[in-house]
């Protein structure tokens, strides 16, 4: 005997008495029919309701030949009438993002001549793969309309129809389909063969937010939120952008354009700061004039800074020049020889000691260590003769 489905028969069912018909332990969980439910079964790209029956947990829930399978923490008595209850907002967030799906599919898929080919509603956001190289500017114009028609509240429509209308209707399916078919129409947007669960007008979507719309295959996987999840992430945003622009010293509205200042801002000073270190590091390299083999600690620098003092320094010096640069236990290093003699055998040596990671050739290498300077130092002490 099929179990009765209530989910179809009203979404908004939160509560509701059912018969146990049987009850089987199954490895650590135990496998549940009753006579009516209202806990979704996963299925269409839609997770499954969680929630309680009489006094143990819902933890999945499946069906099989229209026999809907609860698989519970615990056993309940067959015969017995218990109280099943769903995870209300687990459920309604997850009408919220397939009714947002169906509105934006439906006009992607109505405008630009594409199908959806993938659809996976996720615990974090909602992704949706379709047949067509679709742009961000439509993508948007897409969310834009779908979000008109979310705030018309429009009433969403829920038909089985005869093998005959199904034959005349225009409607989108992922799968040929057999038997009696479910089909659910969002005016103006979406008709759609599909057995998941709906808000009952668009207006109870509240919101369509398209995050990204990338490359995928012969098409575009779009990331989207609907209802409170894009509410929150809004909200999230916007208090980044607050903060980020009273740090600027602008409205959260003039961000981007406060943002490109400090951009080049910086990279004039990047330029200017280049130039002080060239000024610096050939006085440092006149210093080590003549010296041979050269070791020298510098306070943190960045490893394209680091090497071009080693490269100074090594043109002064006539031998290697061994610049470290940092802190504590950690450096970074540029190993330089004016030669360009084969360094590997040293750098091989020198990450071995000194825990480091790096290399080169040609006389030239890059790379860090996790060693204090003393370290440091013993190590060139025991390499002297060698180098």
């Given at each position: 005997?099929?179990?009765e489905?209530?989910?179809?028969?009203?979404?908004?069912?939160?509560?509701?008495?059912?018969?146990?018909?049987?009850?089987?332990?199954?490895?650590?969980?135990?496998?549940?029919?009753?006579?009516?439910?209202?806990?979704?079964?996963?299925?269409?790209?839609?997770?499954?309701?969680?929630?309680?029956?009489?006094?143990?947990?819902?933890?999945?829930?499946?069906e099989?030949?229209?026999?809907?399978?609860?698989?519970?923490?615990?056993?309940?008595?067959?015969?017995?009438?218990?109280?099943?209850?769903?995870?209300?907002?687990?459920?309604?967030d997850?009408?919220?993002?397939?009714?947002?799906?169906?509105?934006?599919?439906?006009?992607?898929?109505?405008?630009?001549?594409?199908?959806?080919?993938?659809?996976?509603?996720?615990?974090?956001?909602?992704?949706i793969?379709?047949?067509?190289?679709?742009?961000?500017?439509?993508?948007?114009?897409?969310?834009?309309?779908?979000?008109?028609?979310?705030?018309?509240?429009?009433?969403?429509?829920?038909?089985y129809?005869?093998?005959?209308e199904l034959?005349?209707?225009?409607?989108?399916?992922?799968?040929a389909?057999?038997?009696?078919?479910?089909?659910?129409?969002?005016?103006?947007?979406?008709?759609?063969?599909?057995?998941?669960?709906?808000?009952?007008?668009?207006?109870?979507?509240?919101?369509?937010?398209?995050?990204?719309?990338?490359?995928?295959?012969?098409?575009?996987?779009?990331?989207?939120?609907?209802?409170?999840?894009?509410?929150?992430?809004?909200?999230?945003?916007?208090?980044?952008?607050?903060?980020?622009a009273?740090?600027l010293?602008?409205?959260?509205?003039?961000?981007?354009?406060?943002?490109?200042?400090?951009?080049?801002?910086?990279?004039?000073?990047?330029?200017?700061?280049?130039?002080?270190?060239?000024?610096?590091?050939?006085?440092?390299?006149?210093?080590?004039?003549?010296?041979?083999?050269?070791?020298?600690?510098?306070e943190?620098?960045?490893?394209?800074?680091?090497?071009?003092?080693?490269?100074?320094?090594?043109?002064?010096?006539?031998?290697?020049?061994?610049?470290f640069?940092?802190?504590?236990?950690?450096?970074?290093?540029?190993?330089?020889?004016?030669?360009?003699?084969?360094?590997?055998?040293?750098?091989?040596?020198?990450?071995?000691?000194?825990?480091?990671?790096?290399?080169?050739?040609?006389?030239?290498a890059?790379?860090?260590?996790?060693?204090?300077q003393?370290?440091?130092?013993?190590?060139?002490?025991?390499q002297?003769?060698?180098?």
């Amino acid at each position: 005997m099929e179990t009765e489905k209530l989910y179809y028969q009203d979404p908004f069912i939160q509560s509701f008495p059912a018969q146990v018909l049987s009850c089987q332990a199954a490895g650590e969980v135990w496998k549940v029919v009753l006579d009516q439910t209202a806990f979704f079964p996963e299925g269409g790209g839609q997770p499954a309701d969680l929630g309680i029956l009489g006094a143990v947990r819902v933890l999945d829930v499946h069906e099989k030949d229209g026999v809907v399978v609860h698989s519970c923490s615990g056993p309940l008595a067959e015969g017995e009438t218990v109280m099943g209850k769903i995870d209300w907002n687990r459920r309604f967030d997850h009408m919220q993002q397939h009714s947002g799906e169906h509105v934006l599919s439906g006009i992607l898929c109505g405008d630009y001549h594409c199908s959806n080919v993938g659809f996976h509603l996720g615990a974090e956001t909602v992704t949706i793969d379709y047949n067509a190289d679709i742009s961000w500017e439509q993508a948007l114009a897409a969310e834009a309309k779908a979000n008109r028609i979310i705030w018309e509240n429009r009433e969403v429509e829920i038909t089985y129809p005869s093998p005959a209308e199904l034959e005349s209707l225009e409607y989108r399916s992922k799968k040929a389909l057999t038997g009696q078919v479910r089909i659910v129409t969002f005016p103006g947007a979406d008709c759609c063969a599909c057995c998941g669960t709906h808000v009952t007008a668009t207006g109870q979507v509240g919101l369509v937010k398209i995050l990204s719309c990338q490359k995928f295959r012969e098409g575009v996987r779009m990331e989207i939120l609907c209802g409170e999840r894009a509410f929150r992430y809004l909200a999230e945003v916007y208090s980044q952008a607050r903060d980020i622009a009273q740090g600027l010293s602008a409205k959260p509205a003039e961000i981007t354009a406060a943002v490109e200042r400090v951009k080049e801002e910086l990279a004039t000073l990047k330029i200017r700061t280049a130039h002080l270190e060239e000024q610096v590091f050939a006085d440092i390299a006149r210093e080590n004039a003549g010296k041979g083999n050269v070791l020298l600690f510098q306070e943190p620098l960045r490893p394209d800074s680091v090497r071009r003092l080693s490269d100074a320094v090594a043109k002064a010096c006539g031998g290697l020049s061994a610049v470290f640069a940092g802190e504590g236990d950690h450096f970074a290093y540029a190993l330089v020889r004016a030669d360009a003699a084969d360094i590997s055998p040293l750098v091989k040596a020198l990450n071995a000691a000194l825990r480091g990671r790096g290399g080169g050739r040609n006389g030239f290498a890059q790379g860090s260590v996790q060693a204090s300077q003393k370290e440091i130092e013993g190590f060139f002490q025991a390499q002297k003769e060698a180098l």
